[in-house]
């Protein structure tokens, strides 16, 4: 035996090792390096290929049944052989047989990096080093191992159980909770199979918009083609997004999650048996989390990839949208009849026209200015303050290409800051065959060049901060135009930063901000992205979408996907950006769209940051205001509601900070061992406490709705439904021709809201401390902060416990404040409204004393008061006979 088959014998080394996790704690990472020996297979293009050399015999229907199968020994390859060969045959070929078969040694590395946590490569790893990640996950916030005891086959931490198989290095993962999780086996060279027995729903894995019509977002049964790229869908183009995490569920059995640590396109086969994981390039790598279910499993994603920040407070109203307003007059003239019709409004967004539009293949296209048309938008910072003094921000658009006879082409090209021709070091076109594009002809930022996007960001953003913009849109990040033969900072190529090029593009927004010290919080909204955006105060939109409910449906669908990678505010262009994609007759398109408009202006109003009706709008011949397009009525009711319930979403967004909570979660989040709440992408929860559902589906009047098993509340009502798990049948979606979608509370939600009786509401901090409390005990902690700056990562923000419980006398519910942050009320009147009462009330005291503010009708008492000051205790107590 030679000394290269002696060193593929040396099985299992398994090297203990310290590693920081943070920094006043240390735990011991074990790491476990094996080596498999040459094995055999014949793959079907190699039989393809070996039939003229083997003219005797028809080698691809004769060795058909070996195909696919791999041999751990040649005695055990030829003997296969001359089962399906003649012996003599065989003895002819044999050499060929073997060079065309032979499979050299794979490597395989693990590193243990908690109790349910391991990493796995198929790849060589020095055994005194860790396994390296890529920069879109940090590892250093995981626990590390509590126990690990090492086997002659694998080893064992406190929750699973791991076996090597010495011979084809497949893993086998078992949960001693629940069982045997999947078995991980090595594939080609870029590639691995998962073999998970059970009827698993999968998970996760970012956004590619499939099946029209049809509610579903378990990936289980298709393709998963990854690489960010834009994509034709039902008469629009939607973002194709690579958020390389699956989560495999099942009610019956134990969950896992599994993250593909690579930057490259990677594909996820889950037509078949077992599951095939493969990337573009570079060896597989991947970390595999074991957990009780989806919340345990993500809170363990978003510790390597970080959690959300806060959006502006503002970005929780509606804000108003299209492509685009061509000077301020178009745009006053939209925002002035939204008040006319008592709309509320937060903020406009600005596309393309505001740097002066783009022109078709010109090298002088004002792409890339980032300056104001002052033309057509005449003393901006004027504008912008004006509009800030009636409550309405500024977030404006940006690309990443610049025209090539801009001045800022010139500044960029002389420093090295744009992509570059790897002939000539300067910058290359984005267009291959040095035509140009739509939006013009020229080159692209290198946003890997750190240097380079400082400076964009101090020439371009800063003064556009100044001015008071508050959000940045980023376009056309995939990227989606883009010169293949381009290279980047270190001369790296195109296919090195493509799927983190608007990852790059994001953080250096992010890292200006940081090092200006921006009081402001920063905020983007972008079209592409990749794991951990969102720790950049980041989120995404779905793209250039269709103008149909087939697409809204798949929005849905794709949704609890976008949560599950880590995106908690995912949104779309409501009403649909491509009206041509409204599919009706001439006769009826106008009423289709209005009813189109109508259903998504509702569903976003409940689920979606920012809500952000948009259209193209070129012709000035469309519209996209909700006073001008839908009906009036319902969208007026959406948007109030929307705006009711910004106490308890903006609450939820600091929760979603502080503790990596999900904003709209699935049912299926909270509700896992549950069968039914399992794929209802149509159902949604906000937070833990409420429950609600669109519509996508024209004429639709009634919708079937699936409650968990307890008591839930309408949230408008308060009319009570005990379910065993039940679904509630023909549930009216409109009241007196007004669309009102179901939304319920679960029994104990206590939901803080703005009490406001008129339009338009604000999203500001409400004056009164007001809240709809479901049933007799519960507790929910209020958030809030001056919704603008980010004095609240230092503590400068208030949170307000409100907690009921049942007493001897009644009822009991307790207000508790702690913290400040500049211009909080010191004191402010209390507003609850309490449904669920059973028995009459005989009194309500308010600290002991005696109040007179209150009424009680069919279950529901509404209580009162004047001003109370913040800082002390408040005790309401509900006496019942």
């Known amino acids: 035996m030679n000394k290269m088959s002696m060193q593929r014998l040396i099985l299992g080394i398994a090297v203990p090792s310290l590693l920081a996790v943070s920094c006043s704690a240390y735990a011991e990472v074990e790491r476990f390096r094996y080596q498999s020996e040459i094995s055999y297979r014949l793959d079907a293009v190699d039989v393809f290929r070996m039939r003229n050399a083997i003219p005797d015999v028809d080698v691809r229907k004769t060795l058909k049944p070996l195909i696919g199968i791999t041999f751990y020994s040649q005695n055990a390859f030829i003997s296969a052989l001359k089962k399906e060969l003649d012996d003599e045959i065989v003895n002819q070929y044999q050499l060929m047989l073997l060079e065309k078969s032979q499979q050299q040694g794979q490597d395989l590395a693990i590193d243990v990096l908690s109790d349910d946590i391991i990493h796995i490569a198929y790849k060589a790893q020095p055994k005194d080093t860790a396994l390296p990640t890529t920069e879109l996950i940090n590892t250093a916030k995981l626990n590390g191992t509590v126990k690990l005891n090492k086997v002659s086959d694998g080893f064992t931490t406190k929750n699973l159980q791991v076996t090597v198989n010495a011979q084809n290095l497949c893993v086998s993962v078992t949960s001693f909770k629940q069982g045997k999780l999947t078995d991980v086996c090595p594939d080609k060279e870029h590639s691995f199979t998962l073999l998970s027995q059970g009827d698993y729903q999968l998970n996760g894995l970012g956004q590619e918009f499939h099946s029209p019509g049809k509610l579903n977002s378990n990936w289980l049964g298709f393709k998963r083609q990854g690489g960010n790229k834009m994509e034709g869908y039902e008469g629009g183009a939607t973002g194709n997004t690579q958020f390389p995490i699956l989560y495999a569920t099942n009610p019956k059995q134990q969950n896992y999650a599994l993250y593909l640590d690579t930057i490259y396109a990677a594909n996820w086969d889950f037509m078949e048996t077992p599951w095939k994981v493969s990337v573009s390039q570079g060896k597989p790598s991947f970390l595999l989390m074991a957990g009780e279910g989806l919340p345990e499993l993500r809170q363990q994603y978003m510790k390597l990839v970080g959690n959300p920040l806060v959006p502006p407070r503002k970005m929780f109203g509606m804000w108003l949208s299209e492509y685009g307003f061509d000077n301020w007059q178009e745009m006053d003239d939209k925002l002035k009849t939204l008040k006319q019709q008592a709309f509320p409004i937060d903020g406009v967004v600005m596309d393309l026209q505001w740097f002066g539009n783009v022109e078709s293949y010109s090298s002088t296209s004002q792409m890339g200015t980032l300056t104001w048309d002052v033309k057509n938008f005449p003393e901006p910072e004027k504008k912008i303050q004006s509009l800030k003094d009636q409550g309405i921000g500024m977030m404006l658009i940006e690309e990443s290409y610049v025209s090539e006879g801009l001045d800022e082409h010139q500044a960029l090209d002389d420093k090295g800051y744009l992509i570059k021709d790897p002939k000539t070091g300067k910058a290359i076109d984005t267009d291959p065959n040095d035509l140009g594009h739509w939006w013009g002809k020229g080159g692209m930022i290198d946003w890997t060049n750190v240097a380079g996007g400082d400076y964009w960001h101090d020439w371009k953003r800063v003064p556009l901060i100044e001015m008071g913009v508050i959000g940045h849109w980023t376009d056309l990040g995939e990227p989606e135009m883009y010169n293949a033969e381009g290279v980047f900072l270190g001369n790296k190529p195109h296919s090195d930063v493509h799927n983190i090029f608007n990852y790059k593009w994001l953080e250096s927004i992010y890292q200006g901000y940081q090092r200006n010290k921006t009081e402001v919080r920063p905020f983007m909204m972008s079209r592409s992205g990749a794991p ?180 839930w509340y309408d949230y408008r009502t308060g009319e009570m439904t005990v379910s065993k798990g039940e679904w509630r049948k023909q549930l009216p979606v409109y009241h007196n021709s007004v669309i009102r979608l179901p939304l319920f509370a679960r029994d104990g939600a206590i939901i803080p809201v703005n009490s406001q009786q008129k339009m338009p509401l604000t999203s500001d901090v409400p004056l009164t401390l007001a809240a709809k409390v479901y049933g007799t005990q519960g507790t929910f902690i209020l958030y809030e902060d001056d919704g603008a700056s980010n004095a609240y990562l230092k503590g400068e923000l208030r949170q307000t416990s409100l907690t009921t419980r049942e007493i001897e006398e009644g009822l009991l519910l307790t207000v508790e404040a702690k913290g400040d942050y500049q211009n909080a009320p010191a004191a402010r009147p209390l507003s609850i409204a309490w449904y669920g009462i059973e028995g009459k009330v005989k009194a309500i005291e308010l600290n002991g004393s005696v109040i007179s503010d209150w009424t009680q009708q069919d279950g529901v008492v509404s209580v009162s008061t004047t001003d109370l000051p913040v800082n002390n205790k408040t005790e309401l107590k509900l006496v019942i006979d």
């Open 532 to 711: 951990g955006i969102q720790r950049f105060g980041a989120t995404m939109w779905s793209a250039d979408i269709g103008t149909n409910l087939q697409s809204l449906s798949s929005q849905f669908s794709m949704q609890p996907n976008m949560v599950l990678s880590g995106i908690d505010y995912y949104s779309s262009d409501v009403g649909g950006f491509h009206r041509g994609a409204l599919k009706a007759r001439s006769s009826e398109r106008e009423a289709a769209l209005n009813e189109t408009y109508t259903q998504w202006f509702a569903y976003s109003s409940l689920f979606e940051v920012p809500v952000r009706p948009h259209t193209e709008n070129l012709c000035n011949c469309k519209e996209t205001a909700p006073d001008r397009v839908g009906d009036l009525a319902s969208n007026k009711a959406s948007i109030e509601l929307r705006y009711q319930l910004i106490p308890y979403l903006y609450s939820l967004a600091h929760r979603a900070n502080n503790s990596a909570e999900p904003v709209f979660p699935s049912m299926d989040y909270y509700y896992g061992n549950d069968p039914q709440a399992v794929n209802l992408p149509g159902q949604k929860m906000m937070g833990k406490d409420l429950l609600g559902a669109g519509i996508a589906k024209m004429g639709q009047k009634v919708m079937d709705l699936y409650l968990p098993a307890g008591k």
